[in-house]
């Protein structure tokens, strides 16, 4: 079968879709929209799904592999000042070749991490961020900020679109496979903070650095939703595959 041809049209009213959203105020819970905006993207399929990623190299997205499946071409979502959105073309797509859906969708540990080289390089009103394995093993209660530009209530789109960011804490068994994130406050016992649907493969950030991408999510109590646990594949594993792709992508990363 051949791959489904995106449709620029189709996409840009599905943008402009979002941005006709009702305010809200969180990824899910009470965030407010992030102020730190510079190095985040909107990924946009053609199978109608969309995720988070960020601009690691002049012309290079990080983001999740199970964001940019086979099957579906991409396109990026730069919005100007105006929140007028510009599409930008997706020239390759580069999946882990370790990342398997099945388990992820266990939510047990995987490659979660693919690569998107750019037609033309992203505008410098978005900055490059820098990626970093974390210095040492984390410990439950070790604080990690995510990024997204998801919905903020399961199942409606219309409260996507906007960037926000929550501070989350390390629960369970955290360690170099896989982060489990929660609300502080309300430690996956009832809804809080945490990821949703299009926050996949934004950016897990400590020290100022993206540390991970976001996987997954659950509802309180490890129910189907959003607002309990957010998964989180941590860059430790995959930074040497980020650098080598980085490389024959001709999108050294900033080190």
């Given amino acids: 079968m051949g791959k489904r041809r995106i449709s ?9 879709w979002l941005l006709t959203a009702p305010s809200a105020s969180a990824i899910v819970g009470n965030a407010p929209a992030a102020s730190d905006t510079r190095s985040a993207v909107m990924i946009v399929g053609s199978a109608g799904n969309f995720c988070t990623g960020a601009r690691i190299a002049r ?10 499946q ?4 991409y396109k990026l979502v730069e919005f100007d000042a105006a929140r007028k959105p510009t599409m930008l073309d997706v020239e390759t797509v580069v999946r882990h070749p370790q990342f398997d859906i099945k388990a992820l969708l266990g939510h047990r540990a ?9 037609k033309q390089p992203l505008p410098a009103s978005i900055s490059t961020a820098s990626v970093a394995a974390l210095d040492r093993t ?3 209660g070790d604080t990690f900020v995510i990024y997204g530009f998801g919905v903020t209530a ?3 789109g219309r409260t996507s679109g906007t960037l926000r960011s929550a501070s989350l804490v390390a629960t369970g068994k955290p360690g170099n496979l896989q982060i489990r994130l929660h609300d502080p406050d309300t430690r996956n016992e009832s809804p809080g903070l945490g990821a949703c649907t299009g926050d996949s493969g934004g950016s897990v950030v400590a020290g100022g650095r993206i540390v991970g991408v976001v996987s997954w999510s659950t509802g309180a109590n490890n129910t189907a939703g959003c607002g ?15 650098i080598e792709r980085s490389k024959a992508l001709n999108s050294p990363l900033r080190q």
């Fill in 138 to 140: 984390p410990v439950p």
């Fill in 228 to 242: 309990g646990l957010t998964g989180v594949t941590p860059l430790n594993l995959y930074l040497p595959w980020i």
């Fill in 8 to 16: 620029l049209q189709n996409i840009v009213a599905s943008t402009l």
């Fill in 154 to 156: 399961r199942g409606d």
């Fill in 59 to 68: 012309d290079l997205v990080l983001t999740a592999a199970h964001c940019v």
């Fill in 110 to 118: 995987t490659a979660d991490i693919a690569l998107l080289k750019l």
């Fill in 70 to 73: 086979a099957g579906a071409e």
